[in-house]
T-cell receptor
């Protein structure tokens, strides 16, 4: 199974600043996903990141707010730009591992608090 | 569009009692269905998945779920609850061949001694 490491695991940020979250996978994967989990809520997909192409954003999420990089098959970053308290969430990196029908693996998440 | 509804945001059972967490889905095509568990301050871990094989799926930690197409349901059960089962449980759906999951709202399971 894929092992996913995210950094930072948690951070406290000031309003108006930006923070970049890193996601490292121990194997090469085609598709990486970024999810947001707001306090007490379920997971919402932010975007899909494929190596060598622009990320595909879900409705309600835009590149200017959540720029994503995917420089190779084992690494991705998500930046949360110009943060406000409403951005306080857990941000989760996940990868799809193609073994048989496939399975989605998750990192431990990055818990951001915006003051 | 696909969707998932988990009935009951909070379920409380006694240790040793039956655990039943309800999940209903909506999908215009045959779905893949998943149950994930999230322990406090951790990421999500896959409990089990349905991918068009056997309708009764067995997962880790003694959990199982049954796919019922006629009821569009995929309820999660465990015969005897253990204190370590206390966590948040998420049901999710995806289309065959699609790798994006749509998650339900989650059910927080509490185990009473």
């Amino acid at each position: 199974s894929a092992v996913i490491s995210q950094k930072p695991s948690r951070d406290i940020c000031q309003r108006g600043t930006s923070l970049t979250i890193q996601c490292q996978v121990d194997s090469q994967v085609t598709m990486m996903f970024w999810y947001r989990q707001q306090p007490g809520q379920s997971l919402t997909l932010i975007a899909t990141a494929n190596q060598g192409s622009e990320a595909t954003y879900e409705s309600g999420f835009v590149i200017d707010k959540f720029p994503i990089s995917r420089p190779n098959l084992t690494f991705s970053t998500l930046t949360v730009s110009n943060m406000s308290p409403e951005d306080s969430s857990i941000y989760l990196c996940s990868v799809w591992e193609d073994r048989g029908p496939g399975e989605l693996f998750f990192g431990e998440g990055s818990r951001l608090t915006v003051l | 569009a696909q969707s998932v509804t988990q009935l009951g945001s909070h379920v409380s059972v006694s240790e040793g009692a039956l655990v039943l967490l309800r999940c209903n889905y909506s999908s215009s095509v045959p779905p893949y269905l998943f149950w994930y568990v999230q322990y406090p301050n951790q990421g999500l871990q896959l409990l089990l998945k349905y991918t068009s094989a056997a309708t009764l799926v067995k997962g880790i930690n003694g959990f199982e779920a049954e796919f019922k197409k006629s009821e569009t349901s995929f309820h999660l059960t465990k015969p005897s609850a253990h204190m370590s089962d206390a966590a948040e449980y998420f049901c999710a759906v995806s289309e065959w061949g699609a790798q994006k999951l749509v998650f339900g709202q989650g059910t927080r399971l509490t185990i009473n001694p």
